[in-house]
């Protein structure tokens, strides 16, 4: 997935949101994946839903 924001660019994140959809940017602390910092992606997937990742497969 070509990005949707450049590097050194300004973002605003809503910090009161209380949910999350597919598609939508989210702004979290990767701290649980033994990151020691916060992490901005894309929310793929959410509660319910099944995905499947094949290791080296890439989106086109």
């Known amino acids: 997935m070509k990005p949707t924001h450049s ?3 300004s ?3 809503n910090l009161l949101a209380t949910g999350v959809d597919r598609g939508d ?3 979290f602390d990767a701290a649980a ?3 020691r910092h916060l ?3 894309r929310v793929i997937a959410v ?3 099944r995905i499947t ?3 080296g497969e890439r989106a086109a």
Do not use: K, R, T
Request: aromatic share 14%.
């Open 7 to 9: 590097a050194g660019g």
């Open 53 to 55: 990742y094949i290791p």
């Open 39 to 41: 992490a901005v992606e």
């Open 33 to 35: 994946w033994g990151e």
């Open 11 to 13: 973002m605003v994140f």
């Open 25 to 27: 940017v989210v702004l």
């Open 47 to 49: 509660g319910g839903d």
